[in-house]
């Protein structure tokens, strides 16, 4: 339902429906460019400057319905464009604590939906520390559903690359939900541990 | 047990912590945010309501000129350097260039109603490089490029002038396409980021590549002095 809108939309690119299709997708669009920026004054900047250039280049979309992929396509892309500008790096490299209380764990929570949420919480504080071209992809795969052929199309990069990007970013998200797994491993292989 | 887990069950997870992670994000007000993208389109349809003004027209009126040098006129030049291969002038990785069967597609000059004079002439004496080119090529809706001369140097200028590019990706489809045989492009090389531009050696030829409101652009030598300070050609004429 709302791919036909959006294409209608598109098509109809007029005052009134870029305002509408401003208010389906600038949440979204925003939370993405803030997940890679993590700098609220920036993210509005770069979203600002994403809609504009999607606007001025909207004939050039073929797939009208693909507007919302498209945009965050352009916004990630800005919000990549503008860390190496600044030559910012928020992403360290090592693991991250999840913030305390980020777990949605209610008194009637079973053991299975704590053992759930705490996952879920290591895994959004993970996310914190993906490398901006890894987290651009993660977004389009499970935020917006694209396929990978769709994803390299979108961002302009080979498929090899896109499924390199994601494979990487899996590997580091699913460490965390296995931590005493990987000790195990790194005991078994190295001998034991002290 | 745990392989059974490690399937679906972390992409079930990684997809819900996601949604959460996005959804958690305070938005900034929608009035003042839409106010000041309606202030940047209307500035915009002013900006491009002036003639003669905007370079975006002149570069893709030039790249119609380059691509024909590329496909036609200029191809026992750029035979000769042996970096060029015009067979390779094709997109099929950007579906959304307007290409059809991965082909550059032909467009008449006149197709382009923002089309203008493109300047002749680059600081330091380069030319552009007119030689056959008697109709003009476009390369999609976003690619550009011109062949620029100066004697016996010559110097080739190409835009990806779609929305947002990413410019190290640029300079990597540019060394793969346009600059360099598939022999050599583990050659190719991106060695400093200074200003906000790349410098990079494609096939061991110089060249630098930068962003700016046009989207990536980048001068690559072809043949003649590698010592030519590319930097100062940027500034236009």
């Known amino acids: 339902m709302e791919r036909e809108r959006v294409a209608q939309l598109v098509r109809q690119n007029d005052d009134a429906s870029r305002r509408e299709l401003f208010e389906i997708f600038y949440r979204r669009t925003y939370a993405a460019v803030f997940a890679i920026l993590r700098h609220r004054e920036s993210a509005e900047d770069i979203t600002q400057d994403a809609f504009i250039k999607a606007f001025q280049n909207i004939t050039r979309l073929r797939e009208k319905e693909k507007f919302g992929p498209w945009l965050a396509a352009i916004a990630t892309n800005l919000a990549r464009n503008h860390l190496k500008r600044e030559k910012r790096l928020y992403y360290s490299g090592n693991p991250v604590e999840p913030e305390a209380g980020s777990a949605q764990i209610t008194p009637s929570s079973t053991e299975e939906q704590v053992i759930r949420e705490e996952e879920i919480a290591r895994v959004r504080a993970a996310l914190r520390t993906l490398p901006p071209e890894q987290y651009q992809v993660v977004i389009m795969q499970y935020f917006y559903d694209l396929k990978l052929a769709e994803i390299a199309r979108l961002l302009k990069i080979s498929p090899g690359t896109a499924k390199s990007r994601l494979f990487r970013a899996r590997v580091r998200l699913s460490r965390v939900l296995e931590p005493k797994e990987d000790l195990i491993c790194q005991t078994d292989e190295g001998g034991g541990v002290d | ?237």
């Open chain 2, 1 to 237: 047990m745990h392989s059974e887990r490690t399937g679906r069950s972390h992409e079930e997870i990684i997809r819900e912590a996601l949604q959460r992670e996005l959804e958690s994000v305070s938005y900034p007000p929608a009035e003042p945010l839409w106010a000041r993208i309606r202030a940047g389109l209307d500035r915009d349809k002013k900006e491009r309501a002036v003639p003669l003004t905007r370079s975006l027209s002149w570069r893709r009126l030039a790249g119609a000129a380059a691509l024909i040098l590329l496909f036609a006129g200029g191809g026992l030049a750029l035979s000769r350097s042996g970096l060029l291969t015009p067979q390779r002038l094709s997109y099929e990785e950007n579906a959304e260039l307007d290409c059809v069967d991965g082909k550059i597609s032909e467009v008449p000059s006149t197709a382009n109603a923002e089309a203008v004079t493109p300047p002749l002439t680059l600081p330091g004496g380069f030319a552009l490089d007119k030689e056959g080119a008697q109709e003009f090529f476009q390369a999609g809706n976003d690619y550009a490029a011109a062949v620029y001369r100066r004697g016996d140097e010559k110097l080739i200028w190409i835009c990806d002038c779609s929305p947002s590019p990413d410019l190290r990706e640029f300079v990597d489809r540019i060394s793969r396409k346009i600059g360099v045989s598939a022999e050599t492009i583990e050659d190719t090389s991106v060695n400093i980021c200074r200003d906000g531009m790349l410098e990079f050696t494609a096939g061991g030829r110089p060249g630098i590549a930068w962003l700016d409101q046009d989207g990536a652009q980048a001068f690559l030598i072809l043949h003649g002095s590698p010592d030519l300070d590319l930097r100062s050609l940027i500034s236009g004429p």
